[in-house]
């Protein structure tokens, strides 16, 4: 990705500090900004010369984003802008000032209830019955992938990237790596130990990945499923329990919401590895009428008179 004289573009050293999951929708959010201000597409934003970006640019830019696009779509093109603003500095072809007053345009606030669909306990339930019906070995390997992505609220791809070395079935933890920003955590998945005990069973002991193909005879592939694979298993499994249009992601979001029903959001942002708190804020499905049955419990006096 150099160039022939050595020397690392912004927009290359940018995507090179990403993870390997989030270096696609970066690049194509450089081609967006690129396109915007050139006025043409262009096949390889990383050439373009992003040390001459100015505060001008920036704002304009803002404003262009927040009139077509939605919020989210919105703030992670702003951050692949000032990332690239960023690395043009490091690299010397920018002075601190000039990448400073580029970089400085806010965010879009917004407050929006994620797409998707949140399950019930009786959906819930009725989508592990419909995997665990399949056949052999595939009915536990995909009970199993369930139980990663609810009980530990994990992404499709940190599912998939799960080795058995990762998975302690002793205090019921699996390692996590290879999510968002390369950061690794430790998830508490001990609710799920009826459900993946089948499968370490059917699986075996052999070291690699955790959840392995199985191909239409029902027998063991020993390669690690993919993501589409993950996608594959919850929309099929879904069609089975009536859940039609089922994504992997509507695991995690129903994860997080009944966490944070009884949990502190702190800790439902470790466990689900968001860098940011108001991101974990997003997923709160809970109606209004929670928030005044929790009003209501509060008391003053021995009495027990309300406030």
């Given at each position: 990705?150099?160039?022939?004289?050595?020397v690392l573009r912004p927009g290359e050293s940018y995507l090179r500090r990403l993870s390997a999951s989030g270096r696609g929708a970066q690049r194509c959010a450089l081609g967006l900004i690129a396109r915007w201000w050139l006025g043409r597409p262009v096949k390889d934003p990383c050439r373009l010369a992003w040390w001459r970006?100015?505060?001008?640019?920036?704002?304009?830019?803002?404003e262009y984003l927040a009139a077509e696009f939605a919020p989210a779509t919105a703030n992670r093109t702003l951050s692949a802008l000032r990332g690239v603003l960023r690395e043009a500095w490091r690299l010397g072809r920018m002075d601190?000032?000039?990448f400073e007053r580029a970089a400085d345009v806010p965010g879009i606030r917004f407050r929006r209830r994620p797409r998707g669909r949140l399950l019930s306990e009786v959906e819930l339930d009725s989508l592990f019955e419909a995997a665990r019906r399949g056949e052999g070995v595939r009915g536990a390997r995909d009970v199993a992938l369930l139980a990663l992505l609810f009980f530990g609220g994990l992404r499709r791809a940190e599912a998939a990237g799960?080795?058995?070395a990762d998975v302690d079935a002793v205090r019921w933890e699996v390692r996590v790596t290879g999510g968002k920003g390369d950061k690794e955590r430790l998830v508490s998945i001990a609710p799920a130990a009826p459900w993946l005990g089948p499968w370490l069973r059917a699986r075996g002991q052999d070291q690699g990945p955790f959840l392995l193909g199985v191909d239409r005879r029902g027998d063991l592939v020993w390669r690690r499923v993919s993501s589409a694979t993950v996608g594959r298993v919850v929309l099929v499994a879904g069609e089975r329990a009536g859940l039609e249009g089922l994504r992997p992601h509507d695991l995690r979001r129903t994860c997080?919401?009944?966490?944070?029903?009884q949990g502190d959001?702190?800790?439902?942002q470790r466990h689900l590895g968001h860098e940011h708190t108001e991101t974990t804020r997003i997923y709160?499905?809970?109606?209004?009428a929670a928030v005044a049955a929790l009003v209501g419990r509060l008391r003053?006096?021995?009495g027990g008179a309300h406030v």
């Open positions: 990705m150099a160039r022939a004289d050595g970006w100015s505060y001008q640019d920036s704002a304009r830019l803002r601190r000032e000039a799960v080795d058995l997080c919401s009944r966490l944070l029903e959001v702190l800790l439902v709160d499905a809970r109606p209004d003053v006096g021995a």
